[in-house]
């Protein structure tokens, strides 16, 4: 069977080191590991093909040049063509997975025409986070490109119960289905980190967004040092915010204390885990939190207790005290005091690693995940195949 994976973001290098990057990579991964042939047809590719996705084909969409914001906006909506020429001419496939773009609408009127499943992914309100982060010109184009391709869809899957919400304006709620994010364990040692006596790592990985409550993290860790002098904090990313970040640590006496990577291969990041004594996920309130956070799923992974904001998606994956600490979004002295509780007990850090390592294991692989797609698309599950890990 084949699957044709669209990503028409310009703002996505599907090979590159964004968490967004690596959601398209494992989809695709997980996919072909269920024995599925993949085409996958990006604007924007970011990197060599890693060796590990073996069998997939790879179309290069016209690019998007750098200009002026409204014509960005126009270029992108007039790829709908190229892209519905080239699914024609790689044709025939059985499914159209698509990850939603605010332009793209092609892939799923494909699908329709061919009667054939088109599934969209969809990870944000787009429209909304666009037009607060980065900016939106012709906003009644993009709602009028997005009721065109949640109508066109056979199915819509977001990836939190936010997001379903969001979408319920558009569709109807039994076209929507909830499949949250997830990791790829097989990336991430099975031995829990030992804690180290000698210092306490406390870590983040992420690409140091607004949205990622870093002046939270910087004020926790300023409390925690001052009761424990040898705890260290280590940044793994880069981002608009690293320059506000280092600035604070900066005046606040922490920068030798902390050390910033920098972006960092996916292939780094097991390795900087296993660095780490515990790992933070600290966003502050929001009422639409509509995340769910790559980044936790593999600090679980890698075996780490983790502390993390008590919102969203989160809420309901970390079960407090047995698989991580949940504290209030946006509250750097319950962190702090999360941070030390921690350092005070290695034996706790262990049994929370052991049990966040089970719970993603047992729910939330990518895997597990394509079979959910398979389903939803109604497709009859091909024979995996064995995939390069």
Same mark, same amino acid.
């Given at each position: ?12 290098? $599907? ?8 959601? $398209? ?32 084909? $790879? ?60 599934l969209l992914e969809v990870n944000s309100p787009l429209i909304l986070e666009q037009a607060q982060h980065r900016g939106l010109i012709d906003r009644d184009g993009a709602e009028a490109v997005a009721r065109r ?77 001052q009761r424990v002098p040898n705890a260290k904090l280590l940044i793994v990313g880069d981002g608009p915010e690293r320059e506000n970040l280092e600035a604070e640590l900066a005046t606040r006496g922490l920068d ?7 972006? $960092? ?33 593999e600090y679980m992974a890698a075996c780490l207790p983790v502390v993390v904001s008590q919102i969203g998606q989160l809420a309901d994956l970390i079960d407090h005290g047995v698989n991580g600490l949940l504290c ?62």
């Amino acid at each position: 069977m084949r699957v044709a994976y669209i990503c028409a973001d310009a703002g996505i290098p $599907v090979f590159g080191q964004k968490g967004c990057s690596i959601h $398209v990579q494992e989809v695709i991964r997980a996919l072909q590991g269920q024995g599925l042939r993949v085409d996958l047809f990006a604007t924007r590719m970011g990197g060599e093909l890693p060796g590990d996705l073996a069998g997939l084909v $790879v179309h290069q969409l016209p690019a998007i040049p750098k200009m002026e914001r409204r014509q960005r906006e126009q270029v992108a909506l007039g790829m709908n063509p190229d892209l519905r020429l080239s699914l024609e001419k790689s044709a025939p496939f059985d499914l159209v997975y698509e990850r939603y773009s605010l332009w793209s609408y092609g892939g799923m009127e494909f699908a329709q025409a061919m009667g054939i499943p088109g599934l969209l992914e969809v990870n944000s309100p787009l429209i909304l986070e666009q037009a607060q982060h980065r900016g939106l010109i012709d906003r009644d184009g993009a709602e009028a490109v997005a009721r065109r391709v949640f109508s066109a869809a056979t199915a819509l899957i977001a990836v939190s119960e936010v997001v379903k919400t969001y979408l319920i304006n558009y569709v109807d709620e039994s076209k929507i289905h909830v499949i949250p994010n997830g990791v790829n364990p097989h990336r991430f040692s099975t031995l829990c980190p030992e804690t180290n006596s000698e210092s306490f790592t406390v870590g983040f990985v992420g690409s140091l967004k607004p949205w990622h409550g870093l002046p939270i993290l910087t004020e926790a860790f300023n409390l925690l040092h001052q009761r424990v002098p040898n705890a260290k904090l280590l940044i793994v990313g880069d981002g608009p915010e690293r320059e506000n970040l280092e600035a604070e640590l900066a005046t606040r006496g922490l920068d030798t204390h902390t050390q910033f990577t920098g972006a $960092v291969n996916p292939e780094e990041v097991p390795q900087l885990l296993a660095a780490m004594d515990v790992a933070v996920a600290p966003y502050a309130a929001q009422s639409d939190f509509y995340f769910s956070p790559l980044k936790v799923y593999e600090y679980m992974a890698a075996c780490l207790p983790v502390v993390v904001s008590q919102i969203g998606q989160l809420a309901d994956l970390i079960d407090h005290g047995v698989n991580g600490l949940l504290c209030p979004p946006g509250d750097a002295i319950a962190l702090a005091d999360a941070l030390e509780k921690l350092w005070r007990s290695p034996h706790l850090c262990h049994n929370l690693g052991q049990a966040a390592r089970k719970t993603v294991i047992s729910r939330h692989t990518w895997d597990a995940i394509a079979k959910k797609i398979i389903d939803i698309a109604g497709l009859d599950s091909p024979l995996p195949m064995e995939v390069k890990r």
